[in-house]
C-alpha cells in the first residue's frame, strides 16, 4: 500500500514509496503506540514500511485455528509453537530463494545455523527469533525457576532454597507472620493454569527432576550416550509435585483462584507484591519483575532451581539452541515478499539499536569497545513503561527475528548480559539480593547449562506433532485430561487426592505411545544428522 514519499537515512537505500505490511504477533502486547515511538519511528524511516500489527489475545491455539480456517492471511506471521500449523496448511512461502538474493544480514547472522531451521524438505519456512551465532553470554536471570518473593528470603536470613519441601516451608512460615500486604491478603503461592499458558504448572514435576524445559516428556540417556524419551506426568515426582500443591491449597497457600485467572490477572496479582512464590518461565513473569523492580522493590521475585530431594544434580539452565519450530514467518497472502524479506533484514541488521538504543544517548563506548551504560541511562531502561512505549523495543524484539550471544565485536546483543551490566545495570533492590548470595547474577544460583556437544537434540519440545496426525489427536486428547485433572488433584480434600491421581493415571498413561514415538524419531534422526555439526 502506498503511503508516502520517504528519504531514508543509516545504511538502508532510498525508498521511493513507504509501504505497509501487516503482521500478527503471538505476544500478548497492547495496540503499538499511537504517537510511534523512537525505535519505531526510525525504522519506519530507514525502511519505508509501515507495519500493520495484531498481538494475541485470548487462547493462542484457538486464534491460530480461526485464522487458517478463514485463511485471511497477514503479510508475515509469529505464532509460538504453534508456527508449524502454518506450515502444515501451506500458508507458508519458502525463504531459501529470499535470503539468498535479498537477505545478506540473515544469510550472514543465520549461516552456522542454517541446517538446523531447514525443514525436512530443504526449506525454510519462517526465522527463529533467537540465533546464535558467536556463542552464548551469561544472563541476570535464568530461563525458569521456581520465584520466591525477596522479603520471604530476607525475613529468613537469605537461605538458598534447594528443595520443593523447604521452598514451602519458608512461604508458609513468612504468610503465617504476615497475612496481609498492603491491606490485601497475602497470597503463598500463584500458578498460571490460563489457556497455552498452563506449561508453566504442567512443567513443575520437570524442573523438580533437575531437567531444563524439554516439553511434555523427557529424553533419558543412557550409559552409551543413547537417549530414550520417557514420560514424566504420571510418575512419582508428578505425584509427589500435585500432593504437595494440594497440601498447601488446603492450607490456604496456593491461591484459590489459581486456575482460573488469566494471564492479565497473573501479571497483575505478582506486580502487587503480595505473592510470595511462582514457577515459571522468566520471560512469563518478566513484566510484573520490572513492575516490582520500580514500584515495589522489596517484593522483586528470586529464582531457585528448587528440586525434589537433594539428591538431584539440576541443569535447569537452557542450553543455548536455535529455535527451530518457531520463527516469523511470511505468508502466501504477502504480495511483495522481497519487501517483507527485506525488512526482517534490516531488523537483523539493526540488532544494537533495537537493543541499545542510540549511542551516545542511550549507551556509550568505553575506550576498548565496550558497551555500557551510565547510571542515568541504565536508571531510564529499569522504567518498563518507557522501554515499551516510549523507546519502543518490545515492540521490534523477541517476536521478530533478534540475536542473542555475543556479537562478533565482544559485545553482548542483550544489554542484561553484557558482563559489566549484569551486575552493574541490576536494580538496588537485585543487588542487595545477589550481595547476600555472594553473586554477581541469579543464573550464578544454578548449575552450568550442559553442553550442546552432549545433548545436541535439545530441546525436546521443538519437535512438532504434525497437525492431524494420530500423535497429535493423542496430544490434545493428553493435554485436555491434564486441564481437567490438574486443579481437580490440587483442589481435592487431602482424602480424595489418592483416587483422584490413580483415576488421572489410569485415563493418561494410554495416551502417550504415539507421541512418545514422533519424539523417539525426532531425537534419532537429530543426534544421527546434527550431533556431528554441534561439537
Not at 167 to 191: A, C, V, W
Request: glycine content about 8%; some cysteine.
Amino acid at each position: 500500500m502506498v503511503m508516502a514519499l520517504v528519504m531514508l537515512v543509516g545504511s538502508a537505500a532510498i525508498a521511493e514509496e513507504l509501504k505497509e505490511l501487516s503482521v500478527y504477533i503471538s505476544d500478548p502486547l497492547p495496540d503499538y503506540p499511537g504517537d510511534g515511538t523512537i525505535l519505531g519511528d526510525i525504522i519506519r524511516e530507514e525502511t519505508g514500511v509501515k507495519l500493520d500489527r495484531e498481538y494475541q489475545v485470548g487462547g493462542l491455539e484457538t486464534k491460530v485455528g480461526l485464522i487458517i480456517a478463514s485463511g485471511d492471511y497477514p503479510d508475515m506471521i509469529v505464532a509460538a509453537h504453534f508456527t508449524d500449523k502454518f506450515v502444515d496448511n501451506g500458508a507458508l512461502i519458502p525463504l531459501n530463494d529470499l535470503i539468498e538474493k535479498h537477505a545478506p544480514n540473515i544469510k550472514k547472522y543465520y549461516g552456522p545455523q542454517m541446517d538446523f531451521i531447514k525443514k525436512k524438505d530443504g526449506n525454510i519456512y519462517y526465522l527463529p527469533q533467537l540465533a546464535i551465532p558467536y556463542g552464548a553470554a551469561n544472563k541476570r536471570y535464568p530461563s525458569v525457576g521456581f520465584f520466591i518473593n525477596k522479603r520471604v528470603l530476607k525475613d529468613a536470613g537469605y537461605p538458598i532454597v534447594k528443595t520443593f519441601d523447604q521452598y514451602f516451608e519458608l512461604i508458609e512460615n513468612y504468610k503465617e507472620k504476615h497475612p496481609t500486604y498492603k491491606g490485601q491478603d497475602t497470597i503463598g503461592y500463584l500458578s498460571l493454569f490460563y489457556a497455552d499458558r498452563f506449561f508453566a504448572t504442567a512443567n513443575g514435576p520437570l524442573h523438580l527432576m533437575g531437567y531444563p524445559n524439554e516439553g511434555g516428556f523427557v529424553p533419558v540417556k543412557d550409559d552409551e550416550g543413547n537417549f530414550t524419551v520417557e514420560s514424566y506426568i504420571d510418575g512419582p515426582v508428578a505425584k509427589y509435585y500435585y500432593k504437595k500443591l494440594n497440601e498447601m491449597y488446603n492450607k490456604g497457600v496456593v491461591d484459590p483462584e489459581t486456575f482460573i485467572i488469566n494471564y492479565d490477572q497473573y501479571i497483575e496479582r505478582l506486580s502487587s507484591g503480595r505473592v510470595l512464590g511462582t514457577h515459571n518461565q522468566y520471560w512469563q513473569v518478566q513484566q510484573a519483575q520490572e513492575i516490582l523492580a520500580t514500584d515495589d522493590p522489596d517484593s522483586i521475585m528470586v529464582p531457585f532451581p528448587v528440586v525434589y530431594d537433594d539428591s538431584v544434580e539440576e541443569f535447569m539452565r537452557d542450553t543455548p539452541y536455535i529455535q527451530p519450530t518457531q520463527g516469523m514467518g511470511i505468508t502466501t497472502a504477502c504480495e511483495d515478499p522481497v519487501a517483507a524479506i527485506k525488512y526482517l533484514d534490516y531488523i537483523i541488521e539493526n540488532q544494537t539499536l533495537i537493543q541499545w538504543g542510540i549511542e551516545g544517548e542511550h549507551y556509550e563506548v568505553d575506550e576498548n569497545g565496550k558497551y555500557y551504560r551510565t547510571e542515568e541511562q541504565q536508571e531510564l531502561f529499569r522504567d518498563h513503561d518507557w522501554v515499551q512505549n516510549e523507546f519502543g523495543r518490545h515492540y521490534f524484539f523477541n517476536a521478530f527475528p533478534s540475536l542473542t550471544g555475543v556479537d562478533e565485536n565482544g559485545n553482548s546483543y542483550n544489554p542484561d548480559e553484557q558482563p559489566s551490566m549484569i551486575y552493574g545495570a541490576a536494580s538496588d533492590s537485585e543487588k542487595e539480593v545477589m550481595d547476600a548470595y555472594d553473586i554477581q547474577s541469579f543464573t550464578e544460583l544454578y548449575n552450568d547449562p550442559r553442553p550442546l556437544s552432549e545433548i545436541p537434540y535439545y530441546p525436546l519440545w521443538t519437535i512438532t506433532l504434525e497437525t492431524g496426525s494420530p500423535a497429535h489427536f493423542e496430544q490434545t486428547r493428553m493435554q485436555d485430561l491434564q486441564k481437567e485433572y490438574y486443579p481437580r488433584m490440587v483442589m481435592s480434600s487431602p482424602e480424595e487426592f489418592e483416587l483422584t491421581w490413580k483415576e488421572y493415571v489410569n485415563r493418561v498413561s494410554s495416551l502417550q505411545d504415539k507421541q512418545i514415538k514422533v519424539y523417539q524419531e525426532g531425537i534419532d534422526w537429530r543426534m544421527e544428522n546434527w550431533g556431528s555439526k554441534s561439537k
